[in-house]
């Protein structure tokens, strides 16, 4: 049977990481002694095969065949000890590898959302909390996924559902996606709430069945599920301020190629093709700028929405990446 639901089944993270004691990997990039998280009969396998000793540099470098050898939270730690780019077969495992790919996001919020670079138990910490959310109530499901890049405000990675945040969680109700929440994961154990969306503007019957508004729902679900995390709320206003110019710097990118193709149409070279590709992109021109005049329209809403968090209030306000943020208070 076809499994029709967005994003990622969080039972895929089984495997926890265990955190360290002070003193051990608590810097950025620190370097721990990989050949003692190894059992001796896995040491004894890869010496085989590889025909000399096994060092910790050495497990850095093994070849794809023999990584899924050295286990999930060992690989985890050589990635979180390097600060250079990771071998062609590194990368090959965290693109086939979901629970790979979540922990590599972790780095790519942190690095984008902070000042500074994750330690160790900030990876197990956060790692701990994106595979313990769910949502408690009858017929319902949570899937998680995350952005096709680096960055926050990209495309899912598992679907056609856009995140404002480097990560989120998709809603289910009865199979059918209703609700995205976005989020991304900041340095000093904070976790920023930056995407709380219906999935459709109708056919939200299911709302009765949460407890409080839709933001003290999504607010007591990360509480819940990252309680190591300081949960904040992004303003609307600044999210809506954010997403209006990432459409005005497309819209005029689309613009310049308009003007370039309308050149190309009225010149000597210009054809059937030429005309085709400017009408598609005048056409697009259009949507853009109907897109911005909808998120302007859409701010009051967005500024009511995100500022009303049911029994919670919006205590001090934290500026970050210019988009301002506001702790909780109960």
Known sequence: MTDSMKGVPLCTFADALRPLPAGVMDEPYARTDLLSLLDRGTVDELERRYG????SDGIRKL???HLEDVGFETICRIRASSMFAMSSSMEELVEEDPRHAMFDRIRSSMWHWGAGRPVWNDYVAAYEGLRSFSV???????????TNTSCDGNQSDHCDTW???HFAYLIHYRGIH???LGFSL?????LLVQQVQLASPRGN?????IPGNRMEFAVDLFR???AAHEILVVDGVDLARRNIAGYTRTLLRQQRLVETLRKRRDGPEGNELTRVRFNQAVIEERQLADQIEGLEADVPRLAALYGDCGRYRRADAQVVNQMTHYRLAA
Not at 205 to 209: P, S, V
Request: hydrophobic share 45%.
């Open 52 to 55: 000399s000793k096994l060092t």
């Open 63 to 65: 070849h794809r065949r």
């Open 205 to 209: 019957r299911w709302l009765f069945r």
């Open 186 to 190: 900041a340095d000093a154990g904070r």
């Open 224 to 226: 819940r599920a990252f």
């Open 136 to 146: 408690d109530l009858p017929d319902f499901e949570a899937r998680i996924t995350w």
């Open 178 to 180: 209703v609700m995205t």
């Open 163 to 165: 995140l404002d945040g």
